[in-house]
């Protein structure tokens, strides 16, 4: 006996789902507006363009079951989900809305993200005690890719062939860390190239239905001062920081301008009785390894391995 070809499995049967875990997750994401967020700020005025507040879902709920293809999106039409969900859309119609995006388009869901994301922590505890203390990393990952023709695919600073996404995560002691913002870059771009514009835009306080940067909080506060970056006119929040924490602050000037030298003197010249520690330009790794050195003190372990670290480093060198 053998197996025919051409074998496939199906979950068909009417009376059951095979994700009925999206019920809750769809019930949420339709209580923080994404259907409503993105019929508002999505246009696209092509054939196969319309209707984003029923494709866009539609490809979140895909995505969170675990498709990683447009064929996969079938997945939402299998045994009884059509009559779980409603507005279901097939792969081919799908496929054809995400074909007509351009960059342009491609802002305007940032512009549904960051709003749905302040909606999110209004009805879900995303980050409890983040009005008390927050992390924010800023960091890029590459994902590899394979043959010719995959645009924006190439070599960067890892030597991996990829695309490049750059992430700005929030966490806080308490929470698991939360994805708060996105970008894809080409792949062969640099580590902290468009960080402060990834930040800028998604400190910009929007009019939603729950907003998180009243006049009185300091997370708004800082946010309108990321905002402002880009601009010139707030190189300097590593200072406004440090003026409303007694936590020390470490600055990474970044060079969005003039090779950093602005960044650079609005973070070293704070006034007596507000320090900064600050590093090089674009010095990210020296900011954490003086962090790490601030954290050991007190600490025998963390000590033991910033020094294996250093004692490592100065084998490299030697080594040439």
Do not use: W
Request: proline content about 5%; aromatic content about 4%.
């Amino acid at each position: 006996m053998r197996v025919c070809h051409g074998l496939a499995a199906t979950f068909d049967d009417p009376n059951l789902v095979s994700c009925g875990g999206l019920a809750p997750v769809l019930r949420l994401a339709e209580r923080a507006g994404l259907d409503r967020l993105s019929g508002e700020h999505l246009r696209i005025d092509k054939p196969g363009g319309g209707f984003a507040q029923m494709k866009v879902p539609a490809l979140v709920a895909g995505m969170v079951a675990g498709a990683d293809s447009i064929d996969d999106m079938d997945l939402l039409r299998h045994g009884g989900m059509g009559r779980l969900f409603a507005g279901v859309r097939a792969p081919s119609t799908l496929g054809t809305f995400l074909r007509t995006f351009t960059f342009g388009h491609v802002r305007q869901l940032d512009a549904v993200a960051s709003r749905l994301l302040v909606n999110l922590a209004g009805d879900a505890p995303l980050l409890p005690g983040a009005g008390e203390l927050a992390y924010v990393d800023v960091d890029d990952t590459v994902r590899q890719t394979f043959g010719y023709a995959k645009q924006g695919a190439g070599r960067g600073y890892t030597g991996v062939k990829g695309l490049n996404a750059l992430l700005a995560v929030i966490s806080t002691p308490t929470s698991a860390p939360v994805i708060a913002a996105a970008r894809l870059r080409k792949g062969s771009t640099n580590s902290a190239k468009g960080a402060h514009r990834l930040v800028a835009d998604r400190g910009r306080p929007h009019e939603v239905d729950r907003s998180l940067h009243d006049e009185g909080d300091l997370a708004g506060r800082i946010a309108r001062a990321v905002e402002r970056a880009p601009r010139g006119e707030a190189a300097h929040l590593a200072g406004v920081m440090a003026a409303k924490s007694l936590l020390p602050v470490i600055g990474v000037p970044i060079n969005a301008s003039l090779d950093g030298m602005d960044s650079l003197l609005a973070t070293v010249q704070m006034p007596t009785g507000i320090p900064v520690a600050t590093v090089a330009v674009d010095g990210a790794t020296n900011a954490a390894l003086l962090a790490v050195a601030i954290l050991a003190i007190g600490d025998d372990e963390l000590t033991a391995k910033l020094a294996r670290y250093r004692v490592d480093l100065a084998e490299k060198t030697l080594a040439g």
